[in-house]
């Protein structure tokens, strides 16, 4: 019964999508909805993607094994991270009038720092789109009891949001956003209640947690543990920042004021109700303090669906799968369509522009359906590495290729395009040694990466020019003496 109510949720969800999708008539429409999304769409569509299957499944196991100071990278980085876009970065892009991030870098620094910097973004959505893939195959196999294989969940999940995704692109994708977050923020606060009570009430899970030191947040004031942890929380909090998907909820909105406020808003309420899957995750272990243990060592991503499945009623069960489904189909859907655009705006059109916008509209389509089979394979390929490990390791990349030249680009009149290109080149080629070489071990491989960038960008933007400025003189002598 379960098993076919979630069914009938996700043939609602893309009935839903497909209504959404008659707006769509051109890209603009598919990639930025028009730029016609108000206030409150833009606060649930930030939020909905950025609460995924890592903030239900991954976040939770994380809190447990080392407290809030093994879940800086997310929900803190990552929540931290839609502010600072609001506060630094939407203005100044929604100004632009851009339909892809990648068109800032090469209206800034040219083609050949756009081609890299899209690169460097659709390869991050690999690991982020994975692991809601993941999370779906995982859903469908304990809602089946094994019936379905984790693999063939995969498949399942994919096809229920390429579905609406495939034709109405960002329409749909804000819509079912809108609708999927109101049932996930309704369905885990009730569940939370439910599983407080289980407890023996909320002061009693808040009192275990502090007793297990839980609310640490701050490392050892060492300089190994201090420095991982600044990168640890830089990794989602700046990599994030260059990333498709953020812009194009900034591009969507109907104005400057929506563009701005609607991730600091959204960021707030996603650091603040990412407690309540961490608040149930230590209700299991009161409620069922054995078989959460074994979890915890076996799989910690099942702890909370076991707990919903073999201890609360048919109501709490529908509520929590309704609430797991919406996050994993909010963030995959928004994350399958992210890549997919950038690959036909800002690498497909240099090879073969296509004549019409039609023609656009049909390559960003044919786009997403490649792209969701790649993600596939790879999420299949993937299969048992832990949810959270693949979003965080997912968000190295841009950290260390593209963030430097946005924020120095946007903040820093004497950026060029030269410092953009070393910024690249340095950071990444920093990060790749620091992973491959025992130094990643004493320094974290993606802050040696940013340090990097930063050298790249001020020593290849400003050696050219000190150069032409010191043969100046030379040439104004030269000219005195003829």
């Known amino acids: 019964m379960l098993l076919t109510l979630v069914i009938v949720y996700l043939l609602v969800t893309i009935a839903i999508g497909l209504w959404a999708a008659r707006r769509v008539k051109n890209t603009a429409d598919f990639a930025i909805a028009g730029r016609h999304l108000p206030l409150y769409m833009i606060v649930t569509t930030t939020f909905a993607t950025w609460f995924g299957s890592e903030t239900v ?178 990794t989602m909090m700046l990599g994030s920042i260059p990333q498709q998907d953020v812009f194009q909820r900034v591009m969507s909105a109907n104005s400057v004021k929506s563009a701005t406020r609607g991730p600091v808003i959204g960021g707030v309420a996603y650091i603040l109700f990412a407690f309540v899957p961490m608040f149930l995750v230590a209700s299991a272990l009161l409620i069922m303090p054995e078989q959460t243990a074994t979890l915890l060592k076996e799989d910690p991503q099942t702890v909370l669906p076991t707990l919903v499945l073999q201890k609360m009623p048919f109501v709490m069960q529908v509520l929590f799968f309704g609430a797991l489904l919406s996050a994993i189909k909010s963030t995959a859907s928004a994350t399958l369509l992210a890549p997919s655009v950038t690959f036909t705006e800002n690498i497909l059109r240099q090879f073969y522009p296509p004549k019409t916008d039609r023609g656009a509209l049909l390559a960003m389509r044919v786009t997403v359906l490649v792209f969701s089979v790649a993600v596939l394979a790879y999420a299949i390929r993937m299969q048992g590495t832990p949810i959270y490990e693949l979003v965080s390791g997912a968000y190295q990349v841009p950290l260390v290729g593209a963030f430097v030249p946005l924020v120095c680009g946007l903040y820093w009149k004497r950026a060029t395009t030269q410092g953009a290109i070393a910024a690249v080149l340095l950071g990444i080629g920093a990060w790749l040694l620091f992973l491959a070489l025992p130094w990643g071990e004493r320094f974290p491989a993606q802050l040696a990466g940013v340090l990097a960038a930063f050298g790249g960008m001020v020593v290849g933007s400003l050696a050219p020019q000190l150069l032409s400025d010191r043969r100046m003189p030379h040439r104004m002598l030269a000219g005195d003496s003829v």
């Open 57 to 234: 499944l991954g976040i939770p196991a994380k809190f447990i094994e080392g407290g809030l100071n093994g879940v800086v990278e997310d929900p803190f980085g990552a929540g931290t991270c839609l502010i600072l876009v609001g506060l630094f970065f939407a203005g100044k892009l929604y100004r632009m009038t851009l339909l892809t991030l990648s068109d800032y870098y090469r209206e800034r620094f040219g083609r050949v720092v756009e081609v890299a910097c899209s690169l460097i973004i659709m390869l991050s959505y690999l690991g982020w789109v994975s692991a809601q893939v993941t999370a779906l195959g995982l859903v469908f196999h304990l809602l089946s009891g094994g019936a379905i294989s984790i693999s063939a969940g995969m498949v399942i999940g994919v096809v229920s949001i390429l579905a609406y995704t495939l034709f109405g692109g960002m329409w749909s994708v804000a819509v079912t956003d809108f609708i999927q977050m109101i049932i996930l923020v309704c369905g885990l606060a009730v569940i939370a209640v439910f599983a407080g009570r289980l407890a023996g009430g909320a002061d009693k899970v808040i009192d275990f947690a502090l007793s297990r030191d839980l609310f640490k947040f701050w490392p050892e004031p060492s300089w190994h543990d201090m420095v991982f942890f600044f990168a640890a929380a830089i």
